[in-house]
């Protein structure tokens, strides 16, 4: 089993990375060589029995997957983007990485004739937008409002049609809110989700931009992990008609966030949370649908987090 | 008021051409120059005060659209297009011409800067796929299940982000299944839905390939070219959030297809339409939607046809 990883480097693929080489096989096969692709290099996995090739690429140069796709590899997770505050301020850019990248990915596999091949790409929650109705489900129409939306949805697509052409095996996964994100706040408009509960859980203070009746459609990392290992596991039949649909995250309010962190963690560990309302990112983010059927994916097997107390405890575990 | 149609040697352009010498007028301003754009060069239409260019160009070959959108056109009309069974028999050549070439139109927008320049296209049923509920609305998702629909749905994609990011006005309209077409039955699943009405309605026999109970949403082609107009004329901001949807067509059975053909032309008219049942076109045309709330079409002022009726003598009355 020879798989490759794009954006490697990346929160995601790290863990990816960390994860396959735990479990050491993936759809119930050994797993005999990585390839792991970033603009920047990722660190090379030493482990008895699997060969590593880390490569420092640009998957925006034409051709320049031609020699990975050659050693037709069995699985390949296509995870590089410029995420989404970045392709809405440079529209070329967007572009470039997140849909023609795909799309040559696409073009090359279909090159080598890797029919088989099960690609499987991270699509996101940003893809929504316009006049949503109060629930989500599985045929809700993707209107976004940002470009990274817009670029995934596109990609969707393309990823759909060269696989119901039977020109490769591709799946994309709509990603939920990613919480508790490990390390520090940044840029997205997103980062509170993190910030109210790691920030506690460090001792440190942390802002709440947000009203605490503000709900969310979160998932944990390790959840996110799990959906995209179960991703290349689903037999190809089952993905039809449509190749892409949002996973099983939990809705869940501010205001339950910081319930649950009081359980685990304390009323002191609230206290460190200040409410300073932010118009801006409270605009953004309340736009953000937090409710959503998805029936799809839990009749493929996808699992989702059983509530917040579970994912905080994950992180505790995960960063002792 | 200048105005560019790309595709105008076309079916639809042809006839939109014809409509606009007719008005004279778009918007409420004096239409004062046409560039006709095809691969074919259009006939060229000699009316007084009307500057008229004829083009025969290609429009996948890097910048040919340059000089055209140096003059700054007010309208653009995009209706060049490969259809579904030849985007289908060539995947990159329905790439090319279905979405680079629409890409390639809204960056030569952008480049130039024509922010207010009003880009209307053409979109289809076949966009839609899937897991359809009984009623489609404006937030059913687009699941095509063929390389043209999904050409459509990426350009409905680009040429919303694109609007939305002001760098052009665009608008795009779905078209249902459009009855009567004049001229010959030609090689399109759905070619049937013209020809039982059309030939008898000549004197000529037909063919019907499906049940009479098969349902379609279709429009006429007159009512197609009143909504090409109207999507020019309809304010910018009223598109917004999602710049692309259903047109209002009629939902109708074969069944009543053909008693409106007996009420308008009598039942000799009905009897020479033979039921000769093709598996493979019910298969592809009973998959396609046919009852929508177009309630944003509506809301917008796009009109329907009234009933079969109307379509039939609207047919009858042009044709003479
Ligand atoms: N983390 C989330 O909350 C979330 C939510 C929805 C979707 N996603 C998607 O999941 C995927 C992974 O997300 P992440 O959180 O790990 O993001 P990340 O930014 O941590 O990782 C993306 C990686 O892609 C690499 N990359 C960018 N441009 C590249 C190029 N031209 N060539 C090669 N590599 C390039 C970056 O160097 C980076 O390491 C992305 O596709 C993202 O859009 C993430
Ligand atoms: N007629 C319908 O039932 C229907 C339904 C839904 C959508 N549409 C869309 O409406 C538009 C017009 O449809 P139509 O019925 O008039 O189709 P048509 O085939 O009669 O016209 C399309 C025109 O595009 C021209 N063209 C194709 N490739 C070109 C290229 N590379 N460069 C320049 N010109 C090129 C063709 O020469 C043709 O004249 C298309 O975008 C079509 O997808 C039509």
């Not at 970033?38 to 925006?60: F, H, K, N, W, Y």
């Not at 799946?171 to 990613?178: E, F």
Request: glycine share 8%; charged share 25%.
């Amino acid at each position: 089993m020879h798989i490759v990883i794009t954006g490697a480097a990346g929160f995601l693929g790290q863990r990816l990375v960390n994860q396959l080489l735990d479990r050491g096989e993936l759809n119930g096969k050994a797993i005999t060589r990585l390839t792991l692709i970033d603009q920047v290099e990722a660190p090379r996995p030493e482990v008895a029995g699997i060969e590593s090739d880390c490569l420092a690429l640009d998957i925006t140069v034409p051709g320049v997957l031609d020699p990975v796709l050659q050693a037709r590899p069995d699985v390949i997770y296509h995870l590089a983007a410029v995420v989404s505050g970045a392709a809405e301020e440079d529209l070329d850019l967007g572009m470039r990485v997140n849909f023609d990248a795909t799309r040559a990915l696409l073009e090359g596999c279909r090159a080598h004739g890797l029919a088989g091949t099960r690609l499987i790409m991270a699509s996101s929650v940003a893809a929504y937008g316009g006049d949503l109705p109060e629930v989500l489900d599985d045929m809700t129409a993707l209107h976004p409002q940002n470009s990274y939306g817009t670029q995934k949805a596109m990609c969707e697509l393309l990823i759909n049609d060269y696989s119901r052409r039977g020109l490769v095996d591709g799946r994309v996964l709509r990603l939920p809110t990613i919480t508790i994100r490990p390390g520090r706040p940044n840029a997205a408009a997103s980062s509170f989700a993190s910030s109210i509960l790691r920030e506690p859980l460090n001792d440190e203070e942390a802002v709440c931009p947000v009203p605490t009746d503000l709900e969310m459609f979160v998932m944990s990392p390790g959840k996110v992990i799990e959906a995209l290992i179960h991703g290349a596991e689903v037999p190809r039949a089952d993905w039809a008609p449509f190749r892409a649909f949002m996973l099983p995250g939990i809705t869940v309010t501010v205001a339950e966030m910081l319930e649950a962190l009081g359980e685990v963690a304390g009323a002191e560990a609230v206290s460190r949370v200040r409410h300073e309302p932010d118009e801006a990112i409270t605009a953004i983010v309340s736009n953000w649908p937090a409710r959503f059927d998805t029936a799809k994916a839990r009749r493929l097997g996808f699992e989702g987090d059983r509530d917040l107390r579970e994912i905080i405890e994950a992180f505790i575990r995960e960063r002792s």
